[in-house]
């Protein structure tokens, strides 16, 4: 904890922003679990830091949609039920759709820009494949989506849908018990690549449909599964 104090006293931004990002990081890595609810005073204490900036942070992360106010009880980390999925992933397809004519449309030098990012990207995904590194994976599949949507140089569209990838990375890992091969993630990601690079409108859209679609399904019933009788553990 004392490094955890240190980063917080040497990093330049507000101490408000450093404890929302340390927050954001543990929810969606599962170490703060949906449904939990925060506690002010051990939080406050773990990070050294007095209750107002705590609480200006907690606010960021109300409005980002990933806590919740309960009146009377308090703060909660929020619990993504299947129809949370359903219109995250709409929501994320409808975005990622529109990034998609909008970069095209910028022209070939917008193009080769984000093509040589998300290779980069998508070469380091077949890497931790072949290391079986799940949750790496489930990392860079986030940053492709996020790279591709941030190169059609809309700013409101990048920041709507960076609070759909904070909700996305808190469930993704799920995947992991769906997807029968890691390859598999990867080769949709080169496709909607290769589509990209084709200028192929029609077919990008499709790929994009295609993936965001056979996630939110997969993801679905991942949490059905574990929300079943029989698929909880006691």
């Not at 759709?97 to 990207?121: F, M, N, Q, T, W």
């Not at 290391?131 to 920041?159: C, K, P, T, Y």
């Not at 890691?182 to 192929?200: C, P």
Request: hydrophobic fraction near 40%; aromatic fraction near 4%; charge should be neutral.
């Amino acid at each position: 904890m004392a490094a955890t104090k240190r980063r917080f006293a040497l990093e330049g931004r507000p101490t408000a922003q450093l404890i929302a990002d340390h927050l954001r990081e543990q929810i969606v890595r599962g170490t703060i679990r949906p449904g939990q609810q925060i506690n002010e005073s051990l939080v406050a204490s773990q990070l050294n830091t007095s209750r107002g900036p705590l609480r200006e942070a907690l606010q960021r992360l109300c409005q980002e949609g990933i806590l919740i106010y309960r009146r009377n009880y308090g703060v909660f980390v929020l619990k993504i039920e299947p129809e949370d999925l359903r219109e995250i992933y709409s929501a994320r397809e409808t975005i990622e759709s529109a990034a998609a004519c909008i970069l095209l449309d910028r022209g070939p030098g917008s193009v080769l820009h984000a093509i040589e990012i998300l290779k980069k990207i998508v070469g380091g995904m077949a890497k931790h494949a072949a290391d079986s590194n799940w949750e790496a994976i489930a990392g860079l599949d986030m940053q492709f989506h996020s790279s591709f949507v941030a190169a059609a140089g809309n700013s409101r569209l990048d920041r709507i849908y960076t609070s759909l990838a904070t909700e996305s990375r808190m469930c993704i890992l799920n995947l992991e018990v769906s997807y029968p091969k890691m390859e598999v993630l990867v080769e949709e990601h080169q496709n909607i690549l290769d589509l990209l690079e084709a200028g192929d409108r029609e077919g990008l859209l499709a790929s994009i449909r295609r993936h965001i679609q056979k996630a939110a399904e997969h993801l679905i019933a991942a949490q059905e599964r574990q929300d079943s009788p029989l698929g909880r553990t006691s």
